[in-house]
């Protein structure tokens, strides 16, 4: 009879292949995507400046959700409600992985360690508008 293979109501058993142990706890085999490291926490500070030339909306705005979203991904949009109500409450919050999209589109910026968020988010450009998908061009706002 074969060494890896049992009669009925055999009860001892030979592995048919050998099992690899697991790593050692805390090791890693590569290195740690972005979400998965330790984020610091930080204390935003909202970011005001003059909004008579232009046109804004609240972060809780439909506006918001639909467009900005549309442009920047539903994660930096998330990213930027929580900012925004951190801010206003003044709660602190652990560093959004989207910060970098925020500012990079003029919504957050970073100063010496601190993080500034709109509170009031500006309507979108006329480049951003032209890179919505056409059924969205055609509904949004004139300015």
Do not use: C, K
């Not at 930080?42 to 030339?53: C, H, L, V």
């Amino acid at each position: 009879m074969d060494q890896n293979t049992t009669a009925p109501g055999d009860t001892t058993t030979t592995p048919s292949s050998v099992v690899e142990p697991a790593p050692p706890p805390g090791a890693v085999a590569g290195p740690l995507r972005p979400t998965a490291r330790q984020r610091a926490i930080i204390r935003p500070i909202p970011w005001d400046w003059d909004t008579t030339d232009e046109v804004s909306y609240p972060t809780t705005h439909p506006y918001v959700r639909l467009y900005w979203t549309a442009t920047i991904g539903p994660g930096a949009v998330a990213d930027l409600l929580r900012l925004a109500t951190a801010a206003i409450r003044g709660r602190s919050l652990r560093r959004p992985t989207h910060l970098h999209v925020l500012v990079r589109v003029g919504l957050a910026h970073t100063h010496s360690g601190h993080v500034f968020v709109r509170t009031r988010v500006p309507q979108l450009n006329p480049i951003q508008v032209r890179l919505l998908p056409p059924d969205l061009r055609r509904q949004h706002p004139e300015p």
